[in-house]
């Protein structure tokens, strides 16, 4: 276990999660405090933070600290501050981003590092958002198919997911190795998502159904995952590497508002 100085972690199950307390974001962070976050970072894949009222600069600020920001390449920022998307859903919306398992962005040829998401506006229950560790669904496979599944490259594309925009532009598509070795942790994870992928390579239409659907159901098991319950000034910071996440739409029409700053993955420094 891992012991830190400057601030408090509280991980939320053995694999995945923790809760971070004893630090304000919407200030300049110490030295020491941004050195034990990325180990907090690499040790629970996904942090969470409470009561921080960040405002973009202090958003964006904190993004920096992990890496340079990176521009979403399907969605558009908001005015002044093109790396921050927001993130909106009321009784008005057909549909919402992530309600899905999905890892942020697979579809570009080098996906960020990670995001992190502030909401300042949650519907008065649900709204809830599942994370899981890719590091655990590879572990949980056998020795045949970690094999199996480490000669395979997917396909990773963006168009259906972005259809709905009705723009007349094509989206990314990328192709990934199904296992990746972490850069920072050099563990092994299983790099699937069933909402951007949308064929295995190299193999017969029906076996890439198959193997579709074997990692689908792999990765939803509750094993690997925690699920964030969010309250108004909540933030997640999530490995984008590593963990994927899945945004309940469970609060239609209620409100659930926010913004997200995504972060490249161009340093690999714990
Ligand atoms: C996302 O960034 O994929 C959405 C996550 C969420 O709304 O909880």
Redesign the pocket.
Same mark, same amino acid.
């Given at each position: 276990m891992t012991t830190y100085e400057s601030i408090k972690v509280k991980p939320m199950t053995p694999t995945i999660g923790a809760v971070i307390t004893g630090i304000d974001l919407t200030q300049p962070l110490s030295n020491q405090q941004v050195e034990e976050l990325h180990t907090a970072f690499a040790e629970h894949l996904v942090i969470f933070f409470r009561d921080q009222k960040v405002d973009h600069e202090s958003h964006k600020r904190f993004g920096r600290y992990f890496g340079d920001l990176y521009f979403h390449s399907a969605s558009t920022g908001i005015p002044d501050h093109p790396e921050i998307i927001r #993130?909106h859903a009321d009784g008005n919306s057909d549909h919402?981003?992530?309600d899905m398992w999905?890892s942020?962005l697979s579809c570009d040829p080098n996906p960020p590092l990670g995001?992190v998401?502030y #909401?300042h506006t949650l519907p008065p229950l649900g709204?809830d958002?599942l994370f899981a560790s890719m590091y655990a669904a590879y572990d949980a496979l056998s020795d045949s198919m970690k094999a199996y599944v480490e000669s395979l490259a997917a396909t990773h594309d963006a168009n259906p997911i972005y259809a709905y925009k009705g723009e007349n532009r094509r989206y990314n598509v990328s192709i990934h190795p199904l296992v990746k070795t972490h850069p920072v942790t050099k563990k092994k994870l299983l790099y699937f998502n069933e909402q951007y992928v949308s064929k295995i390579n190299g193999v017969p239409e029906r076996e890439s159904n198959a193997i579709f659907r074997f990692l689908s159901d792999h990765c939803a098991d509750a094993m690997f995952h925690t699920r964030f319950t969010?309250e108004p000034h909540s933030i997640?910071f999530w490995d984008n590497r590593c963990a994927q996440?899945y945004?309940i739409w469970d609060y239609y029409p209620h409100e659930?508002s926010g913004f997200?700053v995504t972060i490249a993955n161009n340093l690999h420094t714990a």
């Open positions: #993130l919402v981003a992530g999905h942020d995001s998401l #909401l709204g958002t969010w997640a996440h945004a659930r997200r």
